[in-house]
């Protein structure tokens, strides 16, 4: 089990793109599977779309924010400078990782830090314990220190589980580089989650964004010429879709969060977590 996970883990690190830019757009179910195959020619599904009904796989995310809610007043204002708290995961395997992630947004580039803690270590981490490598999966250095990020930038804000969301992803990307990914999540849907616990089921979830798919063209260079075609064969419009502050818009932040602080008091703690 241990050397099956190890792979799967190295696996899932050769797939993801540190630094990027990525747009995104609603599109209809119809759009999509034309899509599809429009983008079949110039990629191929990734490790995990590959032999799954219509290439999707679950996403389940727990984001982490202030009672304040810090990090969703940054992403509604579009503060130039923006970062995400959230721990990622794909089954109630007990065996399988927790993906604790920074997702920082700089002007229109995204960077991404990414840590792959033993499952057993989760709560333990969130709950405030300092993390060391017997808590990883792999003893690579850049993964401790991306969740000691991660643990100082939670600290500095006080975060805590807010909201759990997840939908069904389909993912296609460039054979033998990962420059050009192109993902389409359907059945987006997520709740107030306030508990630290990694388990996929909901009791009551909202679906933010209805019955659209959520198209999103990422890359690491240059917009491609194809993508560019792309949207202009399909007449795309381009929108922010960020899913987590979907599920707190439609939930109501209020209810979502339990305390306030002035705009001027979120502005000076977001400054301190960038210092």
Known sequence: MESFLLVSVLLMEDQIQRQRFERKYFVTERQA???REYARGRLVPDGYSEGKPDYSYPVHSLYLD???????????????????????FYDDNPESPLFFEIKRRENECVLKQRA?????AGAHILA????????LVTSKPHHLAAVQRFCQLQHRINARPMVHVAYMREAWV???????????DRSVRGQVHHEIEFRTAMAN???????????????????????NDLVCHFNLAQTG???????????????????????????????????
């Open 33 to 35: 599977v034309q899509i």
């Open 66 to 88: 202030s009672d304040a809610m810090m990090t969703y007043w940054a992403t509604v204002h579009c503060e130039k400078k923006r970062f995400k708290l959230r721990v990622r």
């Open 116 to 120: 792959f803690v033993r499952r057993q």
């Open 128 to 135: 405030g314990h300092l993390p060391g490598m017997e808590h």
């Open 174 to 184: 460039s054979p033998g580089t990962n420059s050009v990914r192109l993902t389409v």
């Open 205 to 227: 979830p909202i679906y933010p964004f209805g019955d659209q798919r959520v198209l999103e063209l990422k890359f690491t260079d240059r917009f491609p010429d194809w993508f």
């Open 241 to 275: 879709v960020p899913k987590y502050c979907g599920i707190v818009a439609e939930s109501g932040d209020n209810r979502v969060a339990t305390a306030t602080r002035s705009n001027l008091e979120q502005k000076l703690a977001l400054l301190r977590a960038y210092a």
